[in-house]
């Protein structure tokens, strides 16, 4: 008959296991044994990601918007406070207004920053982008057409690009203007190597440092989202596109087709043999290569000899050539003093107390 140990027994005479075992005899009541489910290991749960955008400067170049300037700050307040950022800001730059757009902005308790005088809507946004606190920087335009509802998604989106573009895609504006903006997207796309469905839109979120060293390059006028897009795309920083459905705007718009039009294309030129000079010299040394064999060929065959405009124009190529390599050399050598000053500041645990 096997003999039964109790757990207590066993504990208090340490070899009776030992014999037990020995005689074949195991006790049958022992101490409890706590069984232990058998689980898999469990799947490693990913950290969510802290994003990137802490701090956002909202800047709004308004000019004699009292119609449309109330209702934005209202909407951009709510948006804003949906978001609960550790800080945000709204700095409307008022740029010579003469109707109530600056009383409007301030009962919003936005921060304005006044010109005396009419400067320029790009002169506006260099003046908002020097005086934003913030790490990223909302551009969006005081007349109403831009929904401050597309911020969500454009901050999601900026969590892999430095600058996100909210696109129209060819619509919101007229016939002709539609028109244009799309032959400005060809050419640009094809300056900067790079499909950009909308040239000049400005509204965009982009990072500050980045924006605050690119802007000594904007011009005065309406064609800073030119500058901007065509500026970061050559320099290597990653541009994404939000499609978005643009408002219409209460009042008249600022924009003058052909004088600005005919901006857009100098500045499309400035920028392209600034940051991508091969993308203009080469096409041109080219063709005009082309046409000093053509010539030459024609005057050989016609006349039996080798002219004196063949010779300039090939020279000419030759020398379209040399001065795309070397402006190419010397736009290699701005972007360095730019991507020096263009690192992303990380959020300090001081910034917290700037929280609104």
Known sequence: MATQLQGPVLEARPNALAGLMASGDLPTACAPVIERP????????????????????????????????????????????????PFHEIVVVDDGSTDATKALAI?????????????????????????????????????????????????????????????????????HRNLANQVYNRFASYVSGRHIPDLTSGFRLMRAD??????????????????????????????????????????????????DGARFFVIILRIATMFAPLRVFLPASLATGAIGVAWYLHTFLTQGRFTNMAVLLLTQAMLLFALGLIAEQIAALRFQGLAAGSGERPCAEDDVADER
């Open 107 to 175: 009962e919003r308790e936005a921060r304005v920053v006044s010109h005396p005088a009419g400067l320029g809507n790009g002169a506006a946004v260099k003046r908002g982008i020097r005086e934003a606190k913030g790490d990223w920087i909302l551009l969006l335009d005081g007349d109403g057409q831009h929904p401050p509802a597309e911020l969500p998604a454009m901050i999601e989106m900026a969590e892999v690009h430095d600058m996100v573009v909210a696109s129209r895609g060819g619509r919101g504006g007229s016939l």
């Open 38 to 85: 058998a689980t898999s290991t469990p799947p490693l749960l990913e950290r969510p990601r802290a994003s990137r955008i802490k701090r956002l400067s909202v800047v709004v170049p308004a000019r004699n918007e009292e119609l449309n300037i109330a209702d934005l700050l209202d909407e951009l307040n709510e948006e804003l406070e949906k978001l609960s950022l």
């Open 210 to 259: 980045v924006a605050k060293s690119l802007v000594w390059l904007l011009p005065n006028t309406f064609s800073y989202p030119t500058t901007i897009t065509m500026s970061m795309l050559r320099g290597g920083w990653s541009v994404g596109f939000h499609p978005f459905r643009v408002r219409r705007r209460k009042g008249k718009s600022h924009v003058r087709l052909f004088a």
